[in-house]
């Protein structure tokens, strides 16, 4: 899980808005017309254009043969001979793998652990960023970096009495050990909610309490619809993150019924490779990567972004 | 830029620090109280699931236990300390682990190179980005499948590739001690190369152009403008990708699960969490595995303390 979110994870702060702000676009205008191209540099820059559309060629070339491989028929798949094309095109696969109940199950399973887990930890995680950045009490810093510091520490430190613990509490039969830890709030969500709010001015805060408003209130009903944007990346990034999840699932699923999405198509990948099902095998996975990717180029110019400004930091 | 605001606080608080508890407003105090309230949820999650378990983790490692016989009535000192490091699987996986960052290197190398094409701004550049970031949100178990396959040795799409161009028959990939670590780094570098890109190209798109306009017109080479302005000045994103590749390269652990059957031939693929996970969840030493876990954090805790003590003194900034 770590690894995923890791990288999935990114910050959403002020530096975004600013990215976004109208007059950027502007001043790159300005400065293109300023700097004159001259022929070298112009042939310079379509031999870089063909080497980057090469090696991105190259980049998605593995995913665009696994999609071909999907619709292809056992014979062309162990004919041994290099071909792309599915011929003849052959969709069956993908509603055979719909119809196996143990996929379906897998991508119930996984919903059933994304949604209170986005709800309830995403509840928990912006309350918490709201605290760190808009509420004054002691110890504050020293207990934000001491939450920040987890962030360091890998799953497969914690992994083994985790899963002590979850089935001394009888938690292994059930989704629970992938859905309560969670609740308590994301670290990486908190961290950067905490920034993003750091750009919204205080003062709102101070009118809405002389006008009688709890703190809850002030969370509730100021900071967290001027968060939204933020809050929406975060969220869409710790959903994809719990999409891929693969080793705590392993590790705390033992009933075959209670596994989740990505559990399932490994067990596909194990069962079907015997019987040479190659192209069930790629559309099962095709399906499982399908939600991320859709999300991806939807929103792909927010996530880009996010992941960004985590370097500069 | 937020921290301005908390440290002036910190400095009213300061000014009189005799009134900090006595002079406390009740208003103050009743603050302090919800944002308590508020931040209780994490704090909760963190003491149980990640304190508590690495406490436990500690003194698991002290005993012979498997999770049925009592942890405390085996306990056994620093036995399996000796025994981890006097097991050959333990140095095995342990070099796996080493040698699949040769790839860290590779990808932060063509990562820098393919940014620096990205950021000469040429029209329709960004698609190409999204399809160089596309492996990286892909899910790793889907790819890790794929890959298995690519790498097949009567079937696979290199195998293929090599046959269509010499003839001949290509290696046998996942079944070969030294070709199934040369895949597996093709693999994550392949993963990886996506994020290293954005990075940089995030880091070059922070030099300021008057930097290069000045070389120029002091007559620098190409080589000396890379050598002088833009290798120094991407040095604290190359850090920070060398420090996070460092930290996830010890945790590599799906893609071994996935593409191969128990480690691969004479366990050639196991990483240092996949021996973990065996020794804990295959063969139910749990103490055992708390012991490998205890120095994985231990290594963790090394990157990150070089990472805070080094950064200041090796990375060049813009000031």
Redesign the interface.
């Known amino acids: 899980m770590?690894?995923?979110i890791?990288?999935?994870v990114s910050p959403q702060g002020?530096d975004t808005a600013k990215v976004k702000s109208p007059d950027a676009p502007k001043t790159?205008k300005v400065?293109?017309r300023r700097k004159r191209m001259s022929k070298g540099e112009r042939i310079a820059?379509i031999v870089?254009?063909i080497?980057?559309?090469i090696?991105?060629?190259i980049?998605?070339f593995?995913?665009i043969?696994?999609v071909a491989?999907s619709f292809m028929t056992k014979n062309q798949?162990?004919?041994?001979?290099?071909s792309i094309m599915p011929d003849p095109i052959l969709i069956g696969k993908y509603s055979e793998v719909l119809g196996k109940g143990q996929f379906i199950s897998g991508i119930i399973n996984t919903l059933k652990v994304e949604v209170p887990l986005l709800l309830i930890g995403g509840f928990?995680?912006s309350?918490?960023a709201?605290?760190?950045?808009k509420?004054?009490?002691?110890g504050?810093?020293a207990?934000f970096l001491?939450?920040l510091a987890?962030i360091?520490?890998?799953?497969?430190?914690?992994?083994?009495?985790?899963?002590?613990?979850f089935?001394k509490l009888h938690w292994t039969n059930s989704l629970a050990p992938l859905i309560i830890?969670g609740?308590?709030?994301n670290?990486s969500m908190?961290f950067f909610l905490?920034?993003n709010?750091?750009?919204i001015p205080?003062d709102l805060m101070d009118a809405a309490k002389l006008d009688g408003c709890s703190?809850?209130g002030c969370?509730w009903k100021i900071f967290l619809p001027l968060m939204k944007g933020a809050f929406g990346t975060q969220l869409m990034l710790w959903f994809?993150g719990i999409?891929?999840d693969?080793?705590a699932p392993?590790?705390f699923l033992r009933d075959e019924k209670l596994w989740t999405l990505?559990v399932v198509?490994?067990s596909f990948?194990?069962y079907y490779a015997i019987q040479s099902d190659?192209a069930l095998?790629?559309a099962a996975?095709?399906i499982?990567?399908l939600p991320?990717?859709i999300?991806?180029?939807t929103f792909?110019r927010v996530?880009?972004e996010s992941?960004?400004?985590?370097?500069?930091k | 830029?937020?921290?301005n605001?908390?440290a002036d606080?910190k400095n009213d608080k300061s000014k009189n620090p005799k009134r900090r508890t006595s002079g406390r407003s009740f208003m103050?105090i009743r603050?302090?109280r919800?944002?308590?309230l508020?931040?209780a949820?994490?704090?909760?999650?963190?003491m149980?699931?990640?304190a508590?378990?690495?406490v436990?983790?500690v003194i698991?490692s002290c005993s012979k236990w498997t999770?049925i016989n009592s942890l405390w009535d085996n306990m056994c000192g620093l036995e399996n300390y000796i025994a981890i490091f006097t097991d050959e699987k333990f140095w095995k996986s342990m070099g796996t682990t080493v040698i699949y960052m040769i790839g860290i290197p590779i990808g932060m190398i063509l990562g820098l190179f393919?940014a620096m094409?990205?950021n000469?701004?040429?029209p329709?550049?960004r698609l190409?980005?999204?399809?160089?970031?596309?492996?990286?949100?892909?899910?790793?178990?889907?790819?890790s499948?794929?890959?298995?396959?690519?790498f097949n040795y009567?079937?696979g799409?290199f195998n293929?590739?090599i046959?269509?161009l010499t003839g001949m028959h290509g290696p046998n990939w996942l079944g070969d001690e030294v070709m199934i670590k040369v895949a597996m780094i093709i693999f994550m570098t392949?993963k990886g190369?996506?994020?290293s890109i954005?990075?940089y190209?995030?880091?070059l798109q922070?030099i300021p152009?008057d930097y290069y306009e000045a070389a120029e017109l002091d007559g620098a080479s190409a080589w000396d403008r890379f050598k002088h302005i833009t290798f120094p000045l991407v040095s604290?994103?190359s850090f920070?990708?060398l420090v996070?590749s460092l930290?996830?390269g010890?945790?590599v652990?799906?893609e071994v699960?996935?593409m191969t059957?128990n480690g691969g031939i004479n366990y050639s693929a196991a990483t240092i969490?996949y021996y973990?996970?065996d020794k804990?969840?295959s063969n139910g030493q749990?103490g055992y595995?708390?012991g490998i876990?205890?120095i994985?954090?231990i290594i963790?805790?090394v990157i990150?303390a070089f990472n805070f003590m080094f950064q200041n003194r090796w990375v060049k900034t813009m000031d």
């Open positions: 770590d690894k995923d890791k990288e999935a002020q790159t400065r293109f820059d870089i254009f080497l980057l559309a090696g991105a060629v980049m998605v593995p995913l043969y696994m491989t798949i162990l004919s041994g001979h290099l928990t995680s309350l918490a709201f605290a760190f950045a509420m004054n009490f002691r504050k810093n207990l001491a939450l987890t360091m520490i890998p799953f497969a430190v914690t992994m083994i009495p985790q899963y002590v613990l089935t830890p609740c308590f709030g670290v908190i905490r920034q709010l750091f750009g205080g703190y809850f969370y994809m999409w891929n693969y080793l392993t590790i990505q198509i490994r990948n194990s190659y095998i790629m996975s095709v499982a990567m991320t990717l999300l991806f180029f792909q996530i880009v992941v960004a400004i985590s370097g500069i | 830029m937020g921290d605001k908390t606080k103050a603050e302090e919800w944002a308590w508020f931040i949820a994490p704090f909760i999650g963190f149980l699931f990640m508590y378990p690495i436990f983790s698991a999770g393919i094409g990205m000469r701004k040429i329709g550049v190409l980005t999204t399809m160089y970031y596309v492996p990286v949100v892909s899910s790793l178990v889907a790819v499948i794929l890959w298995a396959w690519v009567d079937y799409l293929s590739i046959k269509a392949w190369l996506g994020t954005i990075l190209l995030a880091g922070n152009r604290p994103v920070y990708i996070t930290i996830g010890f945790q652990f799906v699960q996935v059957t969490v973990l996970y804990a969840f749990l595995g708390c876990a205890v994985l954090a963790i805790f990150t």
